[in-house]
């Protein structure tokens, strides 16, 4: 039989309380500082350094040579990039229009929801929580991983199982800070992001000074050779905005920015910008020493670049490199487990996923069930291909997004809108989302991408029984598993506000 201080500990952990040990001291009041919500931690710096952070991952380091390779001069390939740079900020000033009017976390999904039905939002969150976010997670940390171990193995690649076990670990102990508190997950992103913006400044600066040296060879006549192809310079924009993709970030913690309504926006006008000048003096400070048949023939072009210019601290660009993909993981999983708190809170994903730590105040069995299908994700030989043919994907949710604010003109009046954007910019956002989901498919039909649409479709076999109808019989079985669950993570629902 249950004594009165077993009903007593049920009681208080139903009501999402915190039950403290018997040694430890409780204060008047204690209990009732903090609702059972997320907190708002994240101020304007630390948003900055999300967007940044996430933005900024390898790729500026390994491989810039995609948009070369579209372009063939160096004159066009730095008008893309700075192209690209603008049709971000297009994109991410949307963005600042939803944020402000509807301030939801979760990115994408609660303005799909609001514009289109729960639908569409449904199959946004079932296609970004099962294959976009940890996958793309997974593919961080293997990068992190990779040249992490490469000093280990002087002369040869490092072993795959190697790789793919500390690539793991990362995914581990980045889920692990992500779930001990928000202020710390904030601040190991501040630091990394402060780490890449460093590097990027070193190699920007040992550039300005190769330039004022006189090399400038690179630099002249840059239009010569130029691509004229429509389909080639569509790819090189193609593959220049994957390299910009990450300016949503915030938009998936806007619940948990301080004043959400200066702060967002605010960011998304300082870390793009940020993103886009740093994209194009590295790309500079490049040409300063390399020529671009060079560049495209360097497995990794910042390392090739340290070794030419900055030789005796050469070690220096990949120790930053491991830094910056690192940060760029952590930003990943950030947002990654907020989109599965709201998909569950919303009733789109199971309960259990929307639960938080009263002690720590994290989406921890989120944050876990990311790392979980993440570690799944390093597994296979090569994810790289699964993402190339999901990414038309993605482009096709911002586009949607674009269209709902849009269509929510019209239809939500009513709705205030601290930041509004002239009509024009989602018109053209939508105009290019259209063109960069059907350009990979046009330029190259696969039967993959069939698959790919087959999958985000599938997704409604799942949302009818459980969703719509909400069948008793899933009631049943799904709440003992959630009792343990909640048990087990010492979670509770979170407070309605």
């Known amino acids: 039989m249950m004594d009165e201080t077993d009903l ?200 300005i000074v190769m330039l004022a040296q006189g090399n400038t060879q690179n630099l002249t006549d840059t239009f010569k050779g130029a691509a004229t192809s429509f389909g080639a310079i569509g790819l090189a924009f193609y593959n220049g905005l994957w390299a910009y993709d990450g300016w949503n970030q915030l938009n ?20 793009i910008p940020l993103v ?19 560049l495209l023939q360097s497995p990794a072009v910042a390392v090739t670049y340290g070794d030419r210019v900055l030789y005796p601290v050469s070690w220096l660009v990949p120790l930053f490199v491991v830094f910056s993909t690192f940060g760029a993981a952590n930003g990943s999983c950030f947002t990654a487990g907020r989109l599965t708190y709201v998909a569950g809170r919303e009733g789109h994903m199971v309960k259990i996923l929307s639960y938080i730590s009263p002690k720590y105040f994290t989406p ?8 979980i299908l993440s570690i799944f994700y390093i597994i296979p030989a090569d994810i790289n291909t699964l993402i190339n043919y999901f990414s038309f994907a993605q482009w096709l949710f911002y586009g949607l997004t ?9 239809t939500r009046k009513e709705l205030q809108r601290p930041v509004k954007v002239p009509i024009i910019i989602p018109v053209v956002v939508v105009i290019v989302s259209c063109y960069l989901v059907l350009a990979p498919i046009i330029d190259k039909p696969e039967l993959e991408y069939l698959y790919c649409t087959v999958f985000i479709v599938g997704g409604l076999i799942f949302y009818y029984p459980f969703v719509h109808r909400k069948f008793s019989w899933t009631r049943r079985v799904m709440r003992p598993i959630t009792m343990h669950l909640q048990l087990l993570m010492e979670v509770v629902p979170p407070e309605v506000e």
């Open 8 to 207: 007593k500990k049920r009681k208080d952990t139903r009501n999402g309380s915190v039950t403290r040990s018997v040694g430890s001291i409780i204060k008047p009041n204690e209990e009732e500082v903090k609702a059972t919500i997320l907190q708002k931690d994240v101020g304007l710096v630390s948003g900055i350094c999300l967007i940044v952070g996430t933005m900024i991952g390898s790729g500026i380091f390994i491989s810039p040579k995609a948009v070369l390779e579209g372009t063939g001069a160096v004159g066009p390939c730095l008008c893309v990039w700075a192209a690209c740079g603008v049709l971000s900020t297009l994109g991410a000033l949307c963005y600042a229009e939803l944020g402000t009017m509807i301030t939801k976390s979760g990115g994408e999904y609660p303005y799909l929801m609001e514009g289109f039905g729960p639908v569409l939002a449904y199959l946004y969150s079932w296609t970004t929580i099962f294959v976009l976010k940890p996958s793309s997670f997974a593919i961080i940390a293997l990068s992190c991983a990779e040249y992490a171990s490469t000093p280990f193995y002087p002369g040869c690649t490092p072993p795959v199982m190697i790789t793919k076990c500390l690539a793991a670990a990362f995914i581990l102990l980045i889920v692990f800070l992500n779930c001990l508190s928000v202020k710390l997950a904030s601040y190991v992103q501040n630091f990394f992001t402060a780490a890449k913006l460093l590097i990027i400044a070193i190699i920007v600066v040992s550039g």
């Open 252 to 271: 998936f913690i806007t619940e948990e920015l301080k004043n959400p309504y200066r702060n967002l926006p605010l960011a998304i006008m300082i870390g």
């Open 276 to 294: 886009s000048v740093c994209y194009m003096l590295v790309n500079v400070a490049y040409f300063s020493v390399m020529t671009p048949t060079e």
């Open 364 to 371: 921890a069995p989120a944050l876990i069930f990311n790392g």
């Open 402 to 410: 674009a269209l709902a604010l849009i269509i929510m003109r019209f």
